[in-house]
């Protein structure tokens, strides 16, 4: 398949290293949204100046997973810039696979009721839920992927929810999305076991990646943009380019978009030159270009 390797102008800096990533500052938040009783079950509303209504993205960071890696902190770097470019962001915390609660399924079931809570949380604060995208990173990629696609959840499925916000375009960065064909890299890239992503098969849910792999759910009319760092090497260019060409196969629009000289934490830095070929791709999901 083919795919974009877009070009950096100027001078070549080092990539970013993961002790780079963990130093990653930004903005306090406009507002702290729980949406339930545990400590990690809340969301961050960062909003630009302005009266609105102001599109949205929704972010959902990475970590393997696990709280041992960071996570919501890092991603309001990304949130600071995008503010100043008249964007809203609603950074997603969720229950962990290490957390009390997280994992299967209670992990999926926060990622969709802080979505969700978008809807009713939009009036009060000049959102717009008709111009909404959702980006991931890494493990966020996944969970970005999987609540684009969540409508196409079995109602019997413990985080199907009704009438889920629509969220017609998700951008994965460096994402591992593809839980069936990707367990060995998640395995070494990440130390996960696939049960504490997905759970145990039994006599009622006999296939584990049914309703929590993004993969599975194709199609789910939703245009994906997998962008990943040509030296990434916990998500390889190779695992978004695999998973473009399944989503095309089901007649899902998909597109691979490769930065050169990153690595997997320069595609969430906003001081990164790699970040200015990423604000592109998320203003034209937003409808903004």
Same mark, same amino acid.
């Given at each position: 398949?083919?795919?974009?390797?877009v070009l950096?102008a100027g001078a070549?800096?080092?990539? /970013?290293? $993961?002790? @780079?990533y963990?130093?990653?500052k930004?903005?306090?938040?406009?507002? +702290? *949204?729980?949406?339930?009783?545990?400590? !990690?079950?809340? %969301? &961050?509303l960062?909003?630009p100046?302005?009266?609105?209504?102001?599109p949205?993205? %929704?972010?959902?960071?990475?970590?393997c997973?696990?709280?041992?890696?960071?996570?919501?902190e890092q /991603?309001?770097? /990304?949130?600071g810039?995008?503010?100043?470019?008249?964007?809203?962001v609603?950074? %997603?915390e969720?229950?962990r696979?290490d957390?009390e609660g997280g994992?299967?399924?209670? /992990?999926? &079931?926060d990622?969709?009721?802080?979505?969700?809570?978008?809807?009713? &949380?939009?009036?009060?604060?000049?959102l717009? %839920?008709?111009?909404v995208?959702?980006?991931g990173?890494?493990?966020?990629g996944h969970?970005a992927?999987w609540?684009a696609?969540r +409508?196409?959840?079995?109602?019997a499925s413990?985080?199907?929810r009704?009438?889920?916000?629509?969220i017609?375009?998700?951008i994965s960065?460096?994402?591992?999305?593809?839980?069936?064909?990707?367990e060995?890299? *998640?395995?070494? !890239?990440?130390?996960? @076991?696939?049960w504490?992503?997905?759970g145990?098969?039994?006599?009622?849910?006999?296939d584990i990646?049914?309703?929590t !792999?993004p993969a599975?759910?194709?199609?789910?009319?939703?245009?994906?943009? $997998?962008?990943?760092?040509?030296? =990434? =090497?916990?998500?390889?260019?190779?695992v978004?380019?695999?998973?473009a060409?399944? #989503?095309?196969?089901?007649?899902?629009q998909a597109e691979v978009?490769?930065l050169?000289?990153a690595? +997997?934490?320069?595609?969430? #830095?906003?001081? !990164?030159?790699?970040w200015?070929?990423?604000?592109?791709h998320i203003r034209?999901?937003?409808?903004?270009?």
């Amino acid at each position: 398949m083919q795919f974009k390797k877009v070009l950096m102008a100027g001078a070549v800096t080092a990539p /970013m290293t $993961l002790q @780079d990533y963990l130093a990653l500052k930004g903005p306090q938040p406009d507002a +702290h *949204i729980a949406y339930g009783a545990a400590p !990690s079950q809340f %969301v &961050e509303l960062f909003k630009p100046a302005g009266n609105g209504p102001f599109p949205v993205l %929704v972010l959902i960071h990475g970590g393997c997973w696990t709280v041992h890696f960071g996570g919501i902190e890092q /991603m309001r770097n /990304m949130a600071g810039d995008l503010v100043k470019q008249g964007i809203a962001v609603w950074n %997603v915390e969720y229950r962990r696979v290490d957390e009390e609660g997280g994992g299967y399924p209670g /992990m999926y &079931e926060d990622v969709a009721t802080a979505v969700d809570r978008l809807k009713t &949380e939009a009036a009060a604060h000049s959102l717009d %839920v008709a111009r909404v995208a959702v980006m991931g990173h890494s493990a966020g990629g996944h969970l970005a992927q999987w609540a684009a696609s969540r +409508h196409r959840l079995p109602p019997a499925s413990p985080a199907w929810r009704a009438n889920p916000l629509p969220i017609p375009h998700v951008i994965s960065l460096g994402g591992l999305a593809d839980l069936r064909h990707e367990e060995k890299l *998640i395995k070494s !890239s990440c130390e996960r @076991d696939m049960w504490q992503l997905a759970g145990a098969a039994s006599a009622a849910r006999p296939d584990i990646f049914a309703d929590t !792999s993004p993969a599975e759910m194709l199609p789910a009319g939703v245009h994906t943009t $997998l962008i990943t760092g040509e030296l =990434d =090497d916990i998500s390889p260019v190779r695992v978004a380019q695999d998973y473009a060409r399944r #989503a095309q196969a089901k007649g899902d629009q998909a597109e691979v978009v490769v930065l050169p000289n990153a690595s +997997h934490y320069d595609e969430v #830095a906003a001081t !990164s030159p790699a970040w200015k070929l990423i604000t592109p791709h998320i203003r034209k999901a937003l409808g903004m270009q």
